[in-house]
Structures are given as C-alpha cells and as structure tokens.
C-alpha cells in the first residue's frame, strides 16, 4: 500500500475511533431501555443434533456468531482460536485445532484427530485440511468442549468445532456484498445470493476472494515470505415441497495457497550466518527473511457435496446425511536459508498429499418437549490418504548442483527416490442418546457410542526424474534402511458412553453435570522408515457447570469446571532420523504417552447494559500436564506441559450502537484475545518458547437506516504485536520459526451491501 494511503487510513481510524468514544458517553436519544430491546439474543445450538437454547444444554460450549466472526475481521477457521479461549492451532505438524490443551498433532496419516471440524453435520478428517476455507455466509461456529462422540458421527477425545452456514431462505430473493482493503494490499471480496425456486424451493450461492502481501524477504528470489491467496464458493439447494420432507444439496470449492515458510532464528553455522548477513538477513526471534534458492510455498484445496435428507415419521424425524469430499496438499518447504550454490542442505523437500472421503450417517430422532426424547443414529467413514515425498540434499557436505544427493526418502538397497504411503482408515459406528425428564427440575442424559475401526498404512519407494526438479541428474544416497514390515493393519472397538444430570435450580439458572469417555483408534506410523505402531486413546472426563441468566436477561453468566484423564495418549514426540553423513534430525513422529490430564475452569460473562451497547468477556485456566511419559527408557517427560497449550487465556469484547440522525447509525466494536506464554514443541521449553501475548481488533462503522449499506474502517493487531507460531530444531540448519500474518497490524476500509 502506498504510504499516503497507509497513513490516511490510520488517520481515518484514529479519528473515528475518538469521535466513537465521545458518542458512548452522550445518552443514547430516542431510544428506551424495555426489556425487549435490552435483552440478550437467545443462542441456539444444535450441540444435542435438536435446536435447543445454548443455556439449556448441559455441556461448555462457546458460540462464535457469524456476525461476531465479520466484526473480528478475521477470515480463516484457524483464527477460531483468537475468539475461542481453551482453543488453540498448531500449523506445523499436521495443522490440527486443540481444545483445552490436548490435540494431537502428527504428519502420521493413519492418527485420528483429537478435535474435530464438522460443517453442516459433515465431518472434515482430512488430513493437513480442516475442511473450510474462507469464512463468508456462516451463522454460527460452536465449539463443543470436552469429548464427544455419543451425537456426533466421528468420535472426538478433545472436542468439536462445529460450523453452520447460513440455510437457504424459501421466498426470499438477495443479495449481499463486502469488499474491503487495507494495508499489504490485503483485498477481501465475498457476496452471497439467495434465490427463491418457486415456491418450494430455494437456492443459496456465496463466494470468496482474499489475499495478502507478505512481510518477510526472499532475498535472493526478490519475492514477499507470507504471502497469502484465497478463494472460493459455497452452493446449497434446498426444497420443501410439504411439511414432512426436505432436502439440501450442498456443494464447495476452495483454494489456498501461501509463502509461509520457516526462516531462521539462532544456532545456525557460522559459515551460513556469514551467508545470511552478506545478503541482509539476520536471524532473530522476529526475522521473517530467508535467503532459498527455491521458494516455499504451500497449496491446499478443498472440494466435495453432501445431501442431507430430513423425513418426518408421525411425530419423530428421520436425518440422513450423505457426504464425499477430496482434498490436495502440496508442501514445498526447502530447508537451505542460503542460495543453493553456496550452501545447500535439503533444498529439494516436497509432499504431494490427496484424500478421498465418503461418509454416511443416518439417525432417528422423538418429538421434542416430551419426557422422554431419544436420538440414535449409525454412521460410516472411509477415507483414503495417498502421499508422495521426496527430500534430497547435501545435508551441508556442499553446494548443489551436486554429483550425489542424499535423500531421506529412499531406503538403502532400494531403487527409488521418493516416498509413497498409501493409509485407509475405515470406521463404523452406533450412536444415541436418551433424555428422560423426571420433573420440571430435574432431567438426566445418557448417550452411549459403539466404534469398530480399521487402520492401515503402507510404505513403498518411487522413482521420480530428478531433471525436471533438480536440472542436473545425481546419483541417490539412502540415509537409512528399509523397514522390516512395509504394511500394516490396526483393528479395535470401543465403546463409549455419557452421563449428564441437570437440575433447573431457577427460570434462567441451570445446574449440570457430566461423566463420559471418549476412544481414539490405533494406527500405523512410518518414522524415518521404521515400522512404528501405535495403540489406541481413551480418556475419561468430568465437568461440574453452572449455566444462568439475570436481571430479566440482560445478564449471562455461565462457569464450569473439568477434568480429563487420558490413557496411552498418542503425543507427537521428538525421535532422531539418521542425516547420511553419521549425524541426525530431530523429527516428530507419533507414539503413546502413558497418561495426560487436562484440568482446569471455564467461564464467560455477557451483559447488555442499554440497547445500545453489548459487553462479553470469557476466559478460562487449563493445567494440562502429561502424567506419565517416558520415552525409549531415556526421556521422561511427565510432568511437562502439553505442547500449544498456555495455562490461561481469555478474550472480551464490545459493541455498540446507536442512531445519530434519522437515516445513519453508527457501530463500533472492539475485542481483544490474551494467552500466556507456553512452548510449542513437548519437552523443549527453552528453544521453542513463545511469551504471552494479546491481539487487539477494532472496526468502526456508519450504516443506513435500512441497513443496506455499511462502511468505515477497521484495524486488525491494533498494537502490531509480534509473536511466533511454531519453532523447530532443524539439523545444521539451527532453531526455525514460522510466523503468521496476524503478527503484524493490519488497518483498511470496507463497506458491505444489502439488498
């Protein structure tokens, strides 16, 4: 962005900001503080697979309304966890979400994830892929804490995120349309239109455009490191043709991509520090520059179609949800930091990753508002990973081009060059729950879940044409031997199971309790071409929680407390992987962790003191420590945090409104999300350390009266605070970080249209 636009958007926010203060402290006009304009907005969840008040489920849950998510200015799923205390996301190791600390996070391709993304009642288990790209048209995101698995069709040990998007609407025809810009040419688009079909029917079509500059140096390439282009759609159809049937047919396309790579931090060589320096890169716990021969880069996409059928039996109602969805993974990431002709390590280092995934689920569910309602449901899963891998090198021995090239992705005594896994992990399900209602204080939930799962994975070696990659043709060097076992297959069952009294203790207070277990299943690991098993997860969980409304429902105020006790975890661990000239890399690999516990208290607050003005604050305190871990008999971890996991964290937010003429309002919000200081990498608190730290976002705005046009000025990382978002200790190459476009302010005007 040129300097004077930079500067006139910061003046722009600076004064609206100022003139927004000095309009909250004047009365607001023509306006009465009734209880129907005062009172808090209801939230409905579907926690319990029925429309429910959010206060009358008896489990911790946080809704993220899609309006909240377009006021943060944030725009991919992974910021969830700035809005989310207990939430958090850890990009570099399989890109997984984790929930009151515990998420396992590993580049094995047969692991389950510990937290789940399911969108529109589709669960999104791909691995590297979280199943939504670009955040437009949601109506709500609630993250379901603790395990779940007796509602949901894929068990889940830590939690659920579950995403809704907005239905189509029957009879209703419009439109609506956002654009913004801001600073580091960030550009959004996105627009949703809905059409009416007749009368029955109804069409709903969105789509996305986001990108931005990075703020880090390639120096050598001339081009911007963290970097970022987005972009998609979302089409649903719905039809109602009578009262008893209805059905929706969605279907989804998205692509990301970004130049988001580990640049250095300390440690390195001297001889490669001197390359760094001569060519204007200084590594440092805030350095963002590399100096790669070859640019990094990453590339995902996502697609698929679901059709979700709903027929009413009398009274009760039939769901079924049928599903496939594929995904692409290409990871470029060169490990050099300097031109290759003058030192080279493993400049060559790409991951060609797809999914294919089909699912189905069906589940027959009682009336609501009866003493007894019931929900049971069955459920079926495959989904299918292949990825190719190859990683070649100097390992430091000398510049490239090269006659010989060592490549981790071979085997000694083996002709190829590359890694291939092939994994398939199939699960089938039974599911339900029974609420039986013993008077109007008191009710009692019982769910229970039975899984069969079938794992396998197998290990072949490839030959690629290194020319085309390379421009010259060396001779391969293997690090390391073939694995004994090139395929293997992990078959287990479980059965899991919940219980939850509640006792209404007011109109609007609700006390609650929970018992329930969780499984996840084994699998098959591949390390540094070892054979490495590993069995399967359980955790049993408890929560003690009080869920309230007061002063005629201007005030919410929810707590609770948990505990989680995990069995054979399976954590991501350090190992050693032979380098080929008699040293190692410290890799992660997945292996069990004898025992985990996650404890700790949850809390939130909202409050709508006049109609104009709306103030929440939530936090929460999770000690999550590994009770028992002790690696290869020679490194004892327990006791030590779990990776990603800060023990406390909170967020607050406001937002206020008010008319100041008879055609324009003004609107401001502000929010801001504080963690404290944890580490990245289990067991290793002195190098991958990350202090606490807090984002600020503000965004003030004028709309019309018929609210069809909004606009004004945002600023997101108001204080433009710096923090890393994963370390590793990469081999010669010293300590790496990568770091994330929200570690930097990010300021610039939108306006929104709706017609």
């Not at 975890?569 to 690999?589: C, E, M, N, S, W």
């Amino acid at each position: 962005m040129p300097r004077r636009a930079s500067k006139t958007i910061h003046s722009f926010l600076a004064a609206s900001v100022s003139g927004c203060a000095i309009l909250a402290a004047q009365p607001a006009v023509a306006q009465t503080d009734t209880g129907a304009n005062v009172q808090l907005d209801e939230i409905v969840v579907t926690a319990q697979r029925r429309m429910e008040s959010s206060q009358d489920v008896p489990v911790s849950i946080q809704t993220i309304t899609g309006d909240a998510i377009a006021k943060s200015g944030y725009t991919d799923v992974t910021d969830l966890q700035y809005m989310a205390p207990g939430v958090q996301y850890d990009p570099t190791q399989g890109a997984a979400f984790q929930i009151r600390g515990v998420g396992t996070t590993s580049f094995d391709f047969s692991n389950a994830k510990s937290v789940n993304v399911v969108v529109d009642d589709v669960v999104m288990d791909g691995q590297r892929a979280n199943g939504l790209i670009g955040m437009v048209d949601i109506a709500s995101v609630n993250v379901l804490m603790g395990p779940q698995g007796t509602l949901f069709g894929k068990n889940s040990t830590s939690g659920v995120i579950a995403v809704t998007t907005t239905r189509p609407r029957l009879g209703v025809t419009s439109f609506r349309g956002s654009a913004s810009y801001g600073e580091h040419d960030e550009r959004i688009l996105n627009a949703t239109v809905n059409l009416p079909l007749g009368q029955y029917a109804a069409l709903r079509v969105s789509g996305f455009d986001q990108a931005q500059d990075g703020f880090g140096r390639n120096v050598t390439l001339g081009r911007l490191v963290g970097s970022k282009h987005e972009y998609g759609g979302r089409a649903r159809l719905y039809l109602e043709p009578n009262d008893g049937f209805n059905l929706t047919l969605s279907g989804d396309y998205a692509h990301h991509w970004d130049s988001s790579v580990r640049t250095p931090v300390s440690d390195q060589p001297a001889a490669v520090t001197a390359i760094l320096h001569s060519l204007g890169v200084y590594p440092g716990p805030k350095n963002a520059d590399t100096a790669d021969s070859i640019f990094g880069e990453i590339e995902t996409e996502e697609w698929g179609a679901s059709a979700r059928v709903n027929l009413k039996l009398g009274d009760h109602q039939l769901t079924s949800i049928s599903a496939y969805r594929h995904t692409l993974y290409n990871n470029n990431t060169p490990a050099d930091l300097t031109p290759i002709d003058r030192f080279a390590y493993i400049p060559y280092n790409f991951g060609h990753l797809e999914t294919d995934k089909i699912s189905q689920e069906v589940h027959f569910a009682s009336p609501d508002q009866q003493p007894v309602t019931y929900l049971f449901g069955l459920f079926y899963n495959r989904l299918e990973a292949t990825q190719v891998q190859y990683q070649w090198g100097t390992m430091g021995a000398g510049p490239v081009p090269s006659a010989t090239l060592f490549t981790t992705t071979g085997a000694i005594g083996e002709t190829g060059n590359a890694s291939r896994f092939d994994a398939v992990n199939e699960s089938v399900a039974a599911f339900g729950q029974v609420q039986v209602k013993f008077s109007e204080q008191f009710r009692v939930s019982l769910g229970g879940r039975y899984s069969h799962d079938n794992n396998s994975q197998g290990l072949d070696y490839i030959y690629l044409d290194p020319k085309p990659i390379t421009g010259f043709s060396p001779i391969f060097i293997p690090t390391s031997a073939p694995p004994v076992y090139r395929f293997g297959r992990a078959k287990g069952e479980n059965f899991s199971f919940r219980v939850a009294p509640e006792f209404q203790i007011a109109d609007h207070a609700m006390l609650y309790a929970s018992f329930s277990t969780g499984y996840k299943p084994k699998g098959i690991a591949f390390v540094g071409n070892k054979y490495a098993p590993y069995e399967d997860e359980t955790v049993e969980a408890w929560e003690i929680g009080l869920k309230s409304e007061w002063f005629d429902r201007r005030l919410r105020f929810n707590l609770n407390l948990f505990r989680s006790d995990f069995k054979d975890f399976q954590a991501t661990i350090l190992t050693r992987v032979p380098d080929g000239l008699g040293g190692y890399i410290l890799a992660q690999a997945i292996g069990n962790a004898g025992g985990l516990r996650s404890q700790g208290v949850e809390a939130s607050i909202m409050a709508r003191p006049t109609p104009s003005l709306t103030l929440s604050a939530s936090g929460t305190y999770t000690r999550a420590r590994f009770t028992d871990y002790v690696y290869n008999a020679t490194t004892d971890y327990t006791d030590t945090r779990l990776p990603n996991s800060p023990d406390w964290s909170y967020a607050i937010a406001g937002d206020y409104e008010r008319p100041i003429s008879s055609g324009l309002s003004i609107r401001a919000h502000a929010d801001y999300a504080w963690r404290s200081k944890y580490w990245t990498v289990v067991g290793q608190p002195d190098w991958s350390f990350v202090p606490s730290f807090g984002l600020a976002n503000a965004r003030l705005s004028f709309v019309t009266a018929d609210n069809r046009l909004e606009f004004g000025a945002y600023a997101r990382n108001l204080f433009d605070t710096y923090f890393s978002t994963g370390y590793q200790l990469y081999g010669t190459l010293g300590l790496l970080h990568y770091t994330s476009p929200n570690a930097r302010r990010t300021a610039g005007v939108f306006a929104n249209f709706n017609f």
